[in-house]
């Protein structure tokens, strides 16, 4: 690992290429899980239904078949979600089979969603940034690698509302290690971080509800602050929630009026909890004394 980040300090033109590309690919496949996660987890809810209550359930051959059949991040190969026709290798390159293809199946020519290469777009160029922000180090791989699983959870979250454990606990895990190896914060401190940044939210999920009866926020949402904290310490959570919240209620309120939606239309608040804690990585120490010199 040492060697691997010498060469790459001593040649940054390699260092940013492979993280541009290697970002690409991952990219690419965050689009396969942004898809199929959510799917794969509804089909373990229904197969755990179909056991509690299989004798109402007994005559449902038609859905015990489909959800027997293959489905995971590997199997089925993509296919087009018109035609189904499977998708050429070729086709499937990062950025440029979107572009090649103008954006069109090449079977059906039925329209494929510019999302996708925004996704790979995205994660490349996020990754790029912590690249050069934090150059060929420890903690920059790190922070890629977290910038990719933030990728998926924010537009799961978009599509589902839902912050898959699957990706929020092993982050939360990754941090509290990357603490002990010395990469972050002390033990100590990030331990402490991922209970305030939980803690907090679920204090206010608790008391939203008791106050409203309604659920507020999910809990997903409190191990996503978890992950922050154990990253950077409990002090800036407050900098994180206040910023998410900021931009969440601004961009929120643009997105019901130009849907023409009410106010109480429920908005998931991961992505834009991501966002500020992917900035409070890079920019933590500048945004709390920015926000701390205003109030001074």
């Given at each position: 690992?040492?060697?691997?980040?010498y060469l790459?300090?001593?040649?940054?033109?390699?260092?940013?290429?492979?993280?541009?590309?290697?970002?690409?690919?991952?990219?690419?496949?965050l689009?396969?899980v942004?898809?199929?996660?959510?799917?794969?987890?509804?089909?373990e809810?229904?197969?755990?239904?179909?056991?509690?209550?299989?004798?109402?359930?007994?005559?449902?051959?038609?859905?015990?078949?489909?959800?027997?059949?293959?489905?995971?991040?590997?199997?089925?190969?993509?296919?087009?979600?018109h035609?189904?026709?499977?998708?050429?290798?070729?086709?499937?390159?990062?950025?440029l089979?979107?572009?090649?293809?103008?954006?069109?199946c090449?079977?059906?020519?039925?329209?494929?969603?510019?999302r996708?290469?925004?996704?790979?777009?995205?994660?490349?160029?996020?990754?790029?940034?912590?690249?050069?922000?934090f150059?060929?180090?420890e903690?920059s791989?790190?922070?890629?690698?977290?910038?990719?699983?933030?990728?998926?959870?924010?537009?799961?979250?978009?599509?589902?509302?839902?912050?898959?454990?699957?990706?929020t606990?092993?982050?939360?895990?990754?941090?509290?290690?990357?603490?002990?190896?010395?990469?972050?914060?002390?033990?100590?401190?990030?331990?402490?971080?991922a209970?305030?940044?939980?803690?907090?939210?679920?204090?206010?999920?608790?008391?939203?509800?008791l106050?409203?009866?309604?659920?507020?926020?999910?809990?997903?949402?409190f191990?996503?602050?978890?992950i922050f904290?154990?990253?950077?310490?409990?002090?800036?959570i407050?900098?994180?929630?206040?910023?998410?919240s900021v931009?969440?209620?601004?961009?929120?309120?643009?997105?019901?009026?130009?849907?023409?939606?009410e106010?109480?239309?429920?908005?998931?608040?991961?992505?834009?909890?991501?966002?500020?804690?992917?900035?409070?990585?890079?920019?933590?120490?500048?945004?709390?004394?920015w926000?701390?010199?205003?109030?001074?």
């Open positions: 690992m040492q060697e691997v980040i790459m300090q001593s040649q940054q033109w390699f260092f940013l290429l492979t993280v541009g590309l290697v970002s690409l690919c991952i990219g690419s496949f689009n396969v942004i898809y199929r996660l959510p799917i794969m987890m509804q089909r809810w229904q197969q755990e239904c179909r056991l509690s209550l299989a004798d109402e359930l007994a005559n449902s051959s038609k859905q015990k078949t489909s959800s027997n059949d293959t489905f995971n991040l590997i199997k089925p190969n993509s296919t087009c979600p035609c189904k026709t499977p998708i050429k290798a070729w086709h499937n390159i990062p950025l089979g979107w572009l090649m293809l103008k954006g069109k090449a079977s059906c020519s039925a329209k494929i969603s510019i996708y290469p925004l996704v790979e777009l995205g994660t490349a160029l996020a990754s790029l940034w912590i690249a050069l922000h150059g060929a180090t903690l791989f790190l922070y890629i690698f977290i910038t990719w699983v933030l990728m998926a959870l924010i537009f799961i979250d978009i599509d589902h509302m839902l912050l898959p454990d699957q990706l606990l092993p982050l939360v895990w990754l941090a509290l290690i990357a603490s002990v190896m010395g990469y972050t914060i002390a033990p100590s401190e990030a331990i402490i971080g209970a305030v940044g939980y803690l907090s939210l679920w204090t206010v999920f608790w008391a939203f509800k106050l409203t009866g309604k659920e507020g926020m999910g809990y997903g949402d191990k996503l602050l978890a904290g154990a990253l950077l310490g409990w002090q800036a407050l900098t994180i929630v206040l910023l998410s931009v969440g209620a601004i961009i929120g309120s643009i997105q019901l009026a130009v849907q023409g939606k106010h109480s239309t429920p908005i998931p608040f991961g992505p834009y909890l991501a966002i500020a804690g992917w900035l409070a990585m890079l920019y933590g120490t500048e945004i709390q004394t926000y701390f010199s205003l109030l001074s």
